[in-house]
């Protein structure tokens, strides 16, 4: 199974809003509202953001939001913070019965 | 409060076989699926494999069926993830973590990881 598609890299300014898409098919993001996100700061394990496309959990900030449209995923970061500045990768479950990850964007915070 | 530690660093040569570990605590062990998820070096996150502690039924990615095997001893909380012989290709660190709700959920928490170096 191939990797959902995420863009290489996003980046914003202090307090901007960025979103960062995730593209998968009609057997994994367009098939299940299953799809989480996950923040990796270097040389860190990675760390729980969004689950079940829209749900955060309560270690997560305020500022981060998920959602979906068709096979394409969501995340968005309001108010832009330096502590921001991360790895971010998608998941989802597929009709395998297994997860694929997305290929991972970096975020910059300019 | 609910954590996995995971073994620790491991140097490897080719053909060699490893197991690493994945010990949970601060939850009942059994009732959760742990996965294992690899990242090559500068690389992103790839789903391995799952396994249900209770019964040691387990799950792989195609990209890892017959590459590695997942197992689990509920008696010690513990779950492993093994090669039989090891190649270069092998290098990562890997990651362990909790499917929080079953088997189409979320991973978390995760492990801090360990990493496994194979020379050649």
């Known amino acids: 199974q191939s990797a959902l598609t995420q863009p290489a890299s996003v980046s914003g300014s202090p307090g901007q809003s960025i979103t960062i898409s995730c593209t998968g098919t009609s057997r994994d993001v367009g098939a299940f509202d299953y799809v989480s996100w996950y923040q990796q700061h270097p040389g860190k394990a990675p760390k729980l953001m969004i689950y079940e496309v829209s749900h955060r959990p309560s270690g997560a900030s305020h500022r981060f939001s998920g959602s979906k449209s068709g096979n394409t995923a969501s995340l968005t970061i309001s108010g832009l913070q330096v502590e921001d500045e991360a790895d971010y990768y998608c998941?989802?479950?597929?009709?395998?019965?297994?997860?694929?990850f997305g290929t991972g964007t970096k975020v910059t915070v300019l | 409060e609910v954590q996995l530690v995971q073994s620790g660093a491991e140097a490897k040569k080719s053909g060699e076989s490893l197991k690493i570990s994945c010990k949970g605590s601060g939850y009942r062990f059994t009732t959760y699926w742990i996965g294992w998820v690899r990242q090559m070096p500068g690389k992103g996150l790839e789903w391995m494999g799952i396994?249900?502690?209770?019964?040691?039924?387990?799950r792989y990615s195609p990209s890892f069926q017959g590459q590695v095997s997942i197992s689990a001893d509920k008696s010690i909380s513990t779950a492993y993830l093994q090669w039989t012989s090891l190649k270069a290709s092998d290098s990562a660190m890997y990651y362990c973590?909790?499917?929080?709700?079953?088997?189409?959920?979320?991973?978390?928490?995760w492990g801090q990881g360990t990493l496994v170096t194979v020379s050649s």
């Open positions: 998941t989802s479950y597929t009709s395998s019965s297994s997860c694929v």
């Open positions: 973590a909790r499917l929080a709700a079953g088997t189409t959920s979320w991973f978390d928490p």
């Open positions: 396994i249900d502690p209770s019964d040691s039924q387990a």
